[in-house]
């Protein structure tokens, strides 16, 4: 059997009524459906883990308690069940009977266990590229001034844009920033990004 933690058992008891009955049955489906499954706790909830990864983990709040595969992504809404990574799979569970089915969540449950032993990584999140920096005048002045310069910082992703811009705006001396300003222009001038020095050849 897999290890259980009293925290756990702790913190069912501490948990709102309606919510008790709900996690312990998430409890023992985790159990039944990965006997050799580790309990403990992650950012203060209840989660479970195999081989050392986190298999799924559960919640209680005030008024509604979640569940949440870790890998649920590739998993639920397949079958078309809609996803909210907020609420866990699940949606907001207020009674035992917002659950699936004891053989359908112990299928999620085992299909989960599958990919960890395959050795499937849960798909980094997306993020959202940060909004272009703001040339400062100084910069544009002097890119006005080199054709060749400006050609290069056009054609620069907006990363390496930033890395010219934010090394430049960062002196914090006049003197400092004037000669960043036209070593820049230099490189730029040669086609080379801010930390060309460090780049494989």
Known sequence: MGHRDPRI?????????FARPILVRLREVVHVAC?????????????FTHRGRILCGMAAFKQHATFNLWQGAMIVGKDGRALDDAMGQFGRLTKPGD????????????EAVKLIDAGV????????PGPPAEVPDDLAAALGKNAKARA????????????????????????????????AIEWMAEGKRRNWKYESR
């Open 9 to 17: 058992d702790a913190y069912i008891a501490r948990a709102a009524e």
């Open 35 to 47: 006997p050799e499954c580790e309990e403990t706790l992650k950012w203060g909830m209840p989660a």
């Open 99 to 110: 659950l699936p089915g004891k053989r359908e969540l112990a299928g999620y449950i085992r």
């Open 121 to 128: 990584k849960r798909p980094a999140a997306r993020r959202a």
């Open 152 to 183: 290069t910082f056009d054609a620069f992703p907006p990363s390496s844009r930033r890395d010219y811009i934010e090394w430049i705006t960062e002196a914090k001396r006049v003197e400092t920033r004037v000669r960043r300003l036209a070593q």
